[in-house]
């Protein structure tokens, strides 16, 4: 089994900053990727974010210049920082971990309980 503990969301202003984490335990032999998706009401879940093992980095168009992902291996741990942050962030963020439990598995999928990042004045 494999935990993912997401934290930093909360409630800020217009032009204002937050940093999300998301730290994964349990049954893990291999990181393959960690990112971050958002999905707002009434919309489809969207990727914000992703970084891989090598630490290449990939976002989305709408988020690039204002938002960083980075990882800490040693901690398992990916981190989310937004700034000039906009209205239109506003959404539940969840983080997805693609890992395998051990050399003979393939790598599978996991996802977080998700964390909401309202940006409002």
């Known amino acids: 089994q494999v935990q993912l503990v997401e934290s930093g969301g909360g409630l800020v202003q217009p032009g204002g900053s937050l940093r999300l984490s998301c730290a994964a335990s349990?049954?893990?032999?291999?990181?393959?990727?960690m990112g971050w998706y958002r999905q707002a009401p009434g919309k489809q879940r969207e990727l914000v974010a992703v970084?891989?093992?090598?630490?290449?980095?990939r976002y989305a168009d709408s988020v690039k210049g204002r938002f960083t992902i980075s990882r800490d291996n040693a901690k398992n741990t990916t981190y989310l920082q937004m700034n000039s942050l906009k209205p239109e962030d506003t959404a539940l963020y969840y983080c997805?971990?693609?890992?395998?439990?051990?050399?003979?598995?393939?790598?599978?999928?996991?996802w977080g309980q998700g964390t909401q990042v309202t940006v409002s004045s």
């Open positions: 997805n971990l693609v890992s395998s439990s051990s050399s003979r598995h393939n790598p599978r999928g996991y």
């Open positions: 349990g049954s893990i032999f291999r990181i393959y990727s």
């Open positions: 970084i891989d093992n090598g630490g290449s980095t």
